[in-house]
C-alpha cells in the first residue's frame, strides 16, 4: 500500500518524531511503501492568501453566485499597477464570468498543486502531530484548509452553493486516513468531552465528509509528563500501526494509547 505521512511537529527530537519514526518502521515491516511530507522541514505555507482563492473557484459554479461575486471586478481590483491593469482588462475582454473563473482556477498555487499530487498518488493517508487548541497545530490546518480544495477534496452541488450541507459531494477515495496526535492532558479530560470535539471537527468534517469512511484517530495521552516506561509503550503502539497498518496484520494492543 502507498502511504503519504503528514508529519508537523518542529522539532526532530520531539515525541511526534519518535512516533514518525517507528510508525515509519512498521509500515516498512509490513511492505508498504511511505512517502513523508514534513511540513516544517519542507516550510510549507499554510497561510490562506489572495492566491489562494484560484483553488476555491471554477467554470461550475452558479451563474447567480459567479455574477455575485463579480470575479472581473475582483481580478482588476487585485492589480497593484497599470500595466497590469491593462494585461488584465486586454486578458478578461468579451470572457463570461464562467470564463474568467475558469482562467482564474488554471493559476492555482504551484505548491498546492504538489501536495494535491502527493495525495492523489498514495492509497491511504496518515497524519503525526500535538493537538494545539483542541486541533491540529496551525500548519496542519493550513495545509488542510490550502491542500482540500474544490474539486480536490470535495465538490458542492447547486444546493450546496446556497447554503444545503448536504450539497457536498466527497471526492477522496483512500482507503482510510489514520491520525496520530500527541496530548498534553490525560485520557480521563478527553473521556470528559474534549475527545468528541476533536472528533467533530477532525474526523468527521476534515476526513469523513470528504469521501474517506475508514478514518481512525489514535491519542497518546498525556504524552508531555510521560515516563519513559509509558513513552516506550507509546512507541511500541506505533510501530504496531504501521506493522498493521492494511489491517490484515492486526496491530499489538496496547493499553498505553487507548482510542
Known amino acids: 500500500m502507498r502511504v503519504l505521512t503528514i508529519y508537523a511537529h518542529h522539532d526532530p527530537r520531539s515525541f511526534c518524531h519518535s512516533v514518525l519514526e517507528r510508525f515509519t518502521a512498521g509500515l516498512r515491516d509490513a511492505g508498504h511503501t511511505n512517502e513523508v511530507v ?15 482563492g484560484a483553488s476555491y473557484i ?36 468579451g470572457k463570461t464570468q464562467a470564463q474568467i473563473a475558469a482562467l482564474i482556477r488554471s493559476r492555482m498555487p504551484k505548491d498546492v498543486l504538489a501536495q494535491q499530487a502527493k495525495v492523489a498518488a498514495a492509497d491511504a493517508l496518515a497524519f503525526i502531530a500535538p493537538i494545539h487548541f483542541c486541533s491540529f497545530p496551525s500548519i496542519l490546518k493550513g495545509w488542510i484548509d490550502r491542500v482540500w480544495t474544490l474539486d480536490f477534496a470535495f465538490g458542492l452541488t447547486s444546493e450546496g452553493w446556497h447554503g444545503d450541507v448536504n450539497g457536498r459531494i466527497p471526492l477522496l477515495e483512500h482507503q482510510r486516513a489514520l491520525i496520530m496526535t500527541s496530548t498534553i492532558f490525560n485520557k480521563e479530560s478527553y473521556d470528559a468531552g474534549v475527545r468528541d470535539s476533536i472528533g467533530t471537527v477532525l474526523d468527521q468534517w476534515s476526513f469523513q465528509f470528504p469521501g474517506i469512511q475508514d478514518v481512525e484517530h489514535v491519542y497518546f495521552y498525556a504524552a508531555t509528563s510521560a515516563s519513559p516506561e509509558r513513552i516506550g509503550e507509546y512507541l511500541r503502539q506505533a510501530y504496531d500501526l504501521g506493522r498493521g497498518f492494511d489491517r490484515s496484520q492486526p496491530a499489538a494492543v496496547s493499553v498505553a494509547a487507548e482510542h
Open 38 to 52: 514534513d511540513l516544517y522541514a519542507d516550510k510549507f505555507d499554510p497561510v490562506f492568501r489572495d492566491r489562494d
Open 58 to 93: 471554477s467554470a461550475d459554479v452558479p451563474a447567480d453566485i459567479l455574477d455575485r461575486v463579480d470575479l472581473r471586478s475582483q481580478v482588476m481590483a487585485s492589480c497593484r499597477w497599470p500595466f497590469q491593469r491593462w494585461l488584465a482588462a486586454r486578458a478578461l475582454r
